[in-house]
């Protein structure tokens, strides 16, 4: 066998079933301008055309926010770009010890230890703890990211699916399991393609009665919920019952990163034990001192998470009073449906060359087959004619794919 040949032809294949399937990921080459978010450059042949962004993850545009940017630019100039090895060798500044113990302290918890980004955090963290004890079993919301399954799959653990925020069948399978074997219990906050929220006491209540470690994906509510934006387990008085909480620095924090808060001995087990902190080069100190300034404005800005809130409750309003489609969505995340991956792929196009609108359309394998969605993140920036000029463009482009 000629394996070169051979792999050639598999990957020219498999690319041909995507693009066939409308599943083929372009990537857009976008220019954010700072300053003016949620406004960015489309970079295209025949020059650039700035549009309106609907789908980004820098839910509260803080990746341009002046003290954001005065806080990176001045580590750069004092320490330069990288952080010129890992955290074991020469990679640990001043900078990232302190962004660790602002992370701990804002989860109310002991200690906190950071990643390059919240996929490795989740990867790293999961598959440590879920092979520190022989027997270990981990029950994991059907909805979970790819990158807790990622990092379930990485780890010896027996691996039980509970249907997504169905708390009855999650416990029939913990009533199910032995007694005597230790157990995870991992869920997310706000799930990301759905929108909605999951009930954290209800399953701190399960793990309690069931002797289970609980570990919680904040990602898509740090910066956004609770009375300081530590996310969803700070708004709902639940941060206390967890036991690891996980986050993002790359959504509502607006730089990049990850990490992980719990109590010491837990957080310095995944620290001397997680191939994805050991061996990967640290972040960049400029991108701590970022963090550190991102979230420090954040805790004391309540005005901009109530922004937000009312942004998403707007959007929502002027999409159910087009006659607009949406799912049923309990946060800022608006997903509207638009079955079948090139038809989805074709409305987010159209949205973009007729409309100059950039939407992101979500696809299988991140959602199932036949539930593909545009995701629609409507933050503090999107003012009410962005709003309108959105809605106007949807209710052109979605009846036209329907009859298609």
Not at 101 to 118: D, M, Q, R, T, V
Not at 250 to 260: F, L, S
Not at 285 to 305: E, M, V, W, Y
Not at 334 to 352: D, E, T
Request: net charge neutral; charged share 20%.
């Amino acid at each position: 066998m000629d394996t070169r040949q051979t792999l050639l032809a598999h990957c020219a294949g498999h690319l041909d079933t995507l693009r066939a399937e409308g599943r083929y990921r372009d990537f857009a080459p976008l220019e954010k301008i700072a300053g003016r978010f949620p406004v960015y450059r489309w970079h295209r042949a025949g020059g650039a055309r700035e549009i309106t962004v609907w789908s980004a993850n820098d839910y509260l545009g803080m990746g341009t926010h002046p003290a954001v940017l005065a806080a990176a630019a001045g580590a750069v100039a004092r320490m330069g770009v990288g952080a010129g090895g890992t955290r074991n060798i020469s990679g640990t500044s001043p900078l990232h010890a302190e962004l660790e113990a602002l992370l701990a302290a804002w989860n109310g918890k002991a200690a906190g230890l950071i990643f390059g980004s919240g996929y490795t955090a989740n990867q790293a963290a999961l598959s440590a703890l879920l092979a520190a004890l022989p027997g270990m079993e981990v029950f994991s919301d059907a909805m979970n990211h790819a990158s807790m399954i990622d990092g379930m799959r990485r780890s010896p653990a027996r691996r039980h699916i509970w249907r997504h925020n169905d708390l009855g069948h999650l416990e029939s399978l913990l009533a199910a399991a032995d007694p005597a074997a230790p157990k995870v219990i991992a869920f997310e906050s706000v799930y990301s393609m759905e929108g909605d929220v999951a009930p954290l006491h209800a399953i701190c209540d399960l793990a309690e009665r069931y002797g289970a470690l609980t570990y919680l994906d904040e990602v898509h509510a740090v910066g956004l919920y609770g009375p300081t934006g530590a996310g969803i387990a700070e708004r709902d008085g639940a941060a206390s019952r967890i036991d690891i909480i996980q986050g993002t620095l790359a959504k509502g924090i607006g730089v990049v990163g990850g990490y992980v808060t719990g109590e010491a001995s837990l957080v310095d087990y995944i620290r001397s034990t997680a191939g994805g902190l050991i061996f990967t080069t640290s972040m960049p100190p400029a991108t701590a001192a970022a963090a550190i300034a991102s979230i420090r404005h954040i805790q004391g800005d309540a005005a901009l998470r109530r922004r937000l809130a009312e942004r998403a409750v707007a959007l929502k309003a002027a999409l159910d009073a087009a006659g607009l489609p949406r799912l049923d969505s309990a946060s800022h995340i608006v997903p509207v449906p638009v079955p079948g991956a090139g038809r989805c792929r074709a409305v987010a196009r159209r949205l973009l060359e007729e409309f100059g609108l950039y939407v992101t359309p979500i696809n299988y394998p991140t959602v199932p087959r036949g539930t593909e969605r545009l995701r629609l993140c409507a933050t503090p920036h999107h003012d009410d004619a962005m709003i309108a000029a959105l809605v106007r463009a949807l209710g052109a482009v979605l009846p036209a794919a329907q009859a298609a």
